[in-house]
Structures are given as C-alpha cells and as structure tokens.
C-alpha cells in the first residue's frame, strides 16, 4: 500500500522566513513525487514534481529515499506563498497515473 | 480557453435522493478523474478513466458509480445519496509528461455536495 503523509494541518510563518512544509510517504517501490498547491479561490494545480527536479516560484523538494521524505522548501516565504499545498505520490510499479494524496498543509505567510 | 468544468458548483440534496455530476473539458485529454475532499483527509481517488471504454474504481468507489459518455465528458453519480457523501468533488484530466510514467493532472473548480 502506498501512504503519504503531511504532518502539519497548518504552518504559519513571516514574510521573508524560510519556509519548509514536510512530506513522508511510505511505498515499496520506486515512487514518483509532486507537490500540488491550491490557492484561494482557484483550482488545484501542479507545482513541481521530483523528476523534473525544478525550481518553480522559487519552491524545490529533494526526493530522499533514505527518509523516504519529499519536503518542499522556500528560502524567503512571500505573501503570494499563502495556499493550501498537498504532498501526492504515483507508484512507478503500476499504476503510474493514480495519485495518492496527503491531507494537506495550509500555509499562511504573515506580514 | 482549454479548460475543465463541473456542473453543478453547489448542490444541497435528501438523503437517498439520486444525483449527478459533471464534468467537461477541452483539453483533449483521454484520461479523466473523480476525487472527493474531506477535511483532514485530503483527496481521494473514487473513479477513473484511461479513454471512453475504461473504467476503473479508486480507493473508495463504493456508493459511487461513473459513465464517460464521449472523450469530452465524465459524469459522477450517487444512486442514493448519504449524508457521509457530503465532501468537495474534482475532476481532473490528465496528459503525458515527457517520458514520465504519470501524467501532470488538471483539475476543475470542484462541486460542493451537502446531503441533508
């Protein structure tokens, strides 16, 4: 079975502090992982995910296997940051195109 | 603009009552998704389709049944609504990325179903 799991509902930080919303996931194989963000009033969308190895609007996640974690960072956290961010995850063994997702972090940059 | 769509965006129904959703989108995708979202729970998978003659149950597909009536449209139905279905519904469609095994998902502006 293949789990994810966001430990933190809400995280809250100041403008200009780093910021860093954890992801472990637990699989047996070789995974593939993404973090999807939600801003207010608009739809889920795609921010990076762990192949492609981007850096998109200044967020990056290092897939490490060892911790079997994918925590997403920001060095300098901005207003436009606030959303809700979910961890997913896609078992490369089959399956590849059904996503399971964590239960999300809300993040809230204050001024 | 390519998009994806759901009707309706608000939906208040009777326990046992039967109910659809929609989904529409075009993006000319051939994989379409149904998710609901619970507080606390995150999304989770309910059905799937790869192209018009697939159908596939996700995690909780019990009380839920779907039809993809054209490549275009994917429809969502409780047969006999319960109020443990109340939840926000997404579709989402899918498309490759590159050689990567899993598709980047779009995803709609979702449904707000209450089952009183």
């Known amino acids: 079975a293949q789990r994810v799991t966001q430990p933190e509902k809400l995280l809250s930080v100041f403008k200009g502090a780093p910021v860093e919303l954890k992801c472990n996931y637990s699989y047996s194989g070789s995974p593939e992982l993404f973090w999807y963000v939600q801003y207010s009033r608009q739809r889920l969308q795609l921010l990076l995910r762990h192949i492609s190895r981007e850096s998109i609007k200044g967020f990056t996640a290092d897939l490490n296997k060892g911790e079997t974690s994918f925590h997403l960072k920001k060095p300098f956290a901005q207003e436009e940051d606030s959303a809700m961010y979910y961890c997913?995850?896609?078992?490369?063994?089959?399956?590849?195109?059904?996503?399971?997702f964590g239960t999300g972090t809300q993040l809230k940059v204050e001024l | 603009d390519a998009d994806v769509t759901q009707t309706p965006r608000n939906r208040i129904t009777k326990t046992g009552k039967r109910i659809m959703l929609e989904c529409s989108q075009t993006?000319?995708?051939?994989?379409m998704y149904w998710y609901r979202q619970d507080p606390g729970l995150g999304l989770r998978l309910i059905y799937y389709?790869?192209?018009?003659?697939?159908?596939n149950k996700g995690e909780i597909s019990d009380g839920y049944s779907v039809s993809r009536q054209a490549q275009a449209k994917f429809s969502l139905s409780l047969e006999s609504a319960i109020p443990n279905q109340t939840a926000l519904y997404f579709c989402a469609t899918s498309a490759p990325y590159g050689t990567a095994l899993t598709d980047t998902q779009y995803f709609g502006p979702g449904t707000r179903l209450t089952v009183l």
């Open positions: 997913a995850l896609s078992g490369v063994t089959g399956g590849g195109n059904k996503l399971t």
């Open positions: 993006k000319g995708h051939d994989r």
């Open positions: 389709s790869f192209d018009v003659k697939d159908i």
